[in-house]
C-alpha cells in the first residue's frame, strides 16, 4: 500500500518567518494530496489540498506544490504566526478516499 | 447542518467487553471511513465504505467490525476489547472522489 513520509518531525521557526514541510509518497497512482492540521485534543482540520493534474496551489499564506516524477509534495507557510503552532499531516490517497498519513510535523512559532 | 457527528467522545471498556462507536453525517456523503490515531503514528484507516452496502478493509482492520446500511451511519464496532484498541477514533466524509474530507471531533477510547 501507499507509504507516506514527513520530515522534519519537529520545526521552529521566528514568527514572520517561513516553514516548510515536505513529504514523500510511494505509489505512484497516487491522485490527491491533502494536507491537515490538528491542535491538541481537536479533529484534523484541512487546510488546503492539491491534485495530481495540478503542480501547485496557494491560498493566501498556505502553498502546496507537487513534484511527481519525484513524488514528493511540499507546505509552506509564509508570514507564520503564533497561530500557525500545531502537528501538521501531508496524506495521499490513490483512490475511494482511503488517505495514508504520514506521522506529522510539530510546528512550533516562537513569538 | 452538524457535519460527522461521532458518540460516545469518551469511553473507558474492560478488556472482552465489545461496544460500537457511531458516527452519522448529514451532508449526504458517499464515502465514509474510521480511522485510529496513536502517539507517533498519524492516522491509519481501519474501515471505509463508498456508498450504502458497500464496505471494505483499510490499513488495521483486525477486531472491528463496520457496516453500512444507510448513507447517513457508519458504526464502528468493537468485537472484543484489548489493550492495543485504545486509541482516538476517528470517523470521517466526503461527498466524492477527491473532495474535501471532513473529520468527526473524535472518540477516546481506553481498554482496560
Known amino acids: 500500500g501507499e507509504n507516506v513520509e514527513q520530515h522534519p518531525s519537529t520545526l521552529s521557526v521566528q514568527e514572520g518567518d517561513s516553514a516548510v514541510i515536505k513529504c514523500t509518497y510511494s505509489d505512484s497512482a497516487s491522485n490527491y494530496f491533502p494536507w491537515y492540521k490538528q491542535e491538541l485534543g481537536k479533529r484534523p482540520q484541512l487546510i488546503i489540498d492539491?491534485?495530481?493534474?495540478?503542480g501547485e496551489k496557494k491560498d493566501q499564506r498556505i502553498a502546496v506544490t507537487l513534484n511527481k516524477t519525484a513524488k514528493h509534495f511540499s507546505l509552506h507557510i509564509t508570514e507564520t504566526q503564533p497561530e500557525d503552532s500545531a502537528v501538521y499531516f501531508c496524506?495521499?490517497?490513490?483512490?475511494?478516499?482511503?488517505?495514508?498519513f504520514g506521522k506529522g510535523n510539530q510546528v512550533v512559532v516562537i513569538p | 447542518n452538524a457535519g460527522v457527528t461521532q458518540t460516545p467522545k469518551f469511553q473507558v471498556l474492560k478488556t472482552g467487553q465489545s461496544m460500537t462507536l457511531q458516527c452519522a453525517q448529514d451532508?449526504?456523503?458517499?464515502?465514509m471511513s474510521w480511522y485510529r490515531q496513536d502517539p507517533g503514528m498519524g492516522l491509519r484507516l481501519i474501515h471505509y465504505?463508498?456508498?450504502?452496502?458497500?464496505?471494505d478493509q483499510g490499513e488495521v482492520p483486525n477486531g472491528y467490525n463496520v457496516s453500512r446500511s444507510t448513507t447517513e451511519d457508519f458504526p464502528l464496532r468493537l468485537l472484543s476489547a484489548a489493550p492495543s484498541q485504545t486509541s482516538v477514533y476517528f470517523c470521517?466524509?466526503?461527498?466524492?472522489?477527491?473532495?474535501?474530507?471532513?473529520f468527526g471531533e473524535g472518540s477516546w477510547l481506553t481498554v482496560v
Open positions: 470521517a466524509s466526503s461527498r466524492r472522489e477527491r473532495d474535501t474530507i471532513y
Open positions: 465504505s463508498v456508498g450504502a452496502g458497500i464496505t
Open positions: 492539491i491534485r495530481s493534474n495540478v
Open positions: 496524506a495521499a490517497t490513490r483512490g475511494n478516499n482511503r488517505l495514508a
Open positions: 451532508m449526504n456523503h458517499e464515502y
